[in-house]
């Protein structure tokens, strides 16, 4: 893959507890020894993507290009004989995933902060043709305490921390992942082109946020089923409802925003620039500054 110098990985860092576990990739803490500073190392086997070696350099190399306060960033790319190890900014306020399920949902005022965030990360990555392709929750992590810089104004509410988008881009190395992964559990945020197998591109991006926003505002997602064939089914179809009480207090923006993006033609779905441009999110009141 490189010309570079050989470094001995495990003398330039002390790898330590792990973060997470995909089917190609593990992430762990990996501290460097000569700064003392932890990142995320992801680590990657290999094997799972023989012959993708070109395609996979390519996408690591846009990667590499990519700096946005809302994107996990990528340090820098090693590579052994088996394995390659992805050193990424450590984001330690754990997945959005956890905060929801400990919250139950969102007050409407934090999710539109939240998925304004995402909106800006994503129309960074849409202008340079990235798609991430798989939105949710548990790729979307959440920047503690120590992570960043305090906020130069208020925040509309302190438990609302920077959220950082993970894991996308290596689309071509994530193919067998991605199709993995939707036939056990994680259809919620699918777009129905995807699963009707057709080519796809960024709306699938709008559609995840428009899952991922009706889940933050009510705690559950707008299909679901006993098992995948039902909510493939659902998907499909793309009917949803606004349920009574849990929606009644919802704001009509905000279920206009979630309508406008979980449509099933993509051609008909706004786009991220509409998405930022729609009152829910254009419109959102700024927290107040203090004055004096
Ligand atoms: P996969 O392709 O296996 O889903 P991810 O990049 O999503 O790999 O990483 C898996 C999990 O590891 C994430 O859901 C998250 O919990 C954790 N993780 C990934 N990247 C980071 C990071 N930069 N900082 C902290 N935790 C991370
Ligand atoms: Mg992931």
Redesign the pocket.
């Known amino acids: 893959m490189s010309n570079q110098p050989k470094v001995n990985l495990s003398e330039k860092f002390k790898f330590g507890t792990q973060?997470?576990?995909?089917?190609?990739?593990t992430?762990v803490v990996a501290t460097e020894v000569a700064t003392g500073t932890a990142y995320?190392m992801?680590v990657i086997d290999k094997a799972r993507c023989r012959g993708q070696e070109e395609h996979i350099v390519k996408e690591i190399t846009i990667l590499k290009k990519i700096r946005h306060p809302n994107i996990?960033q990528l340090f820098d790319v090693f590579e052994t004989r088996d394995k390659l190890y992805l050193q990424?900014?450590?984001?330690?306020g754990?997945?959005l995933f956890d905060r929801i399920v400990n919250r139950g949902n969102y007050t409407e005022l934090d999710a539109r902060t939240l998925i304004k965030s995402i909106l800006e990360a994503v129309t960074y990555l849409h202008r340079q043709n990235i798609v991430h392709r798989d939105l949710k929750p548990?790729?979307l992590?959440m920047a503690g305490p120590n992570d960043s810089p305090p906020p130069p104004t208020p925040r509309a509410s302190d438990d609302i921390d920077q959220v950082k988008l993970?894991?996308f881009g290596l689309a071509t190395m994530?193919e067998t992942?991605f199709m993995l992964k939707t036939s056990c559990g994680t259809l919620t945020y699918v777009a129905p082109e995807i699963l009707r197998q057709e080519k796809y591109g960024k709306p699938v991006d709008m559609w995840s946020i428009g899952v991922i926003t009706y889940i933050l505002l009510c705690g559950y997602p707008p299909f679901w089923a006993e098992d995948d064939t039902g909510v493939l089914e659902l998907t499909l179809r793309g009917k949803f409802k606004f349920f009574s009480p849990d929606w009644d207090s919802i704001t009509p923006t905000a279920k206009d925003f979630i309508s406008r993006l979980i449509v099933v033609d993509p051609s008909k779905r706004m786009t991220c620039e509409d998405a930022i441009a729609h009152p829910w999110i254009a419109a959102a009141e700024e927290a107040p500054k203090r004055v004096l």
């Open positions: 973060l997470g576990k995909g089917s190609f990739a992430v995320a992801k996990v990424m900014e450590y984001v330690t754990g997945e548990e790729n992590l993970a894991d994530a992942d």
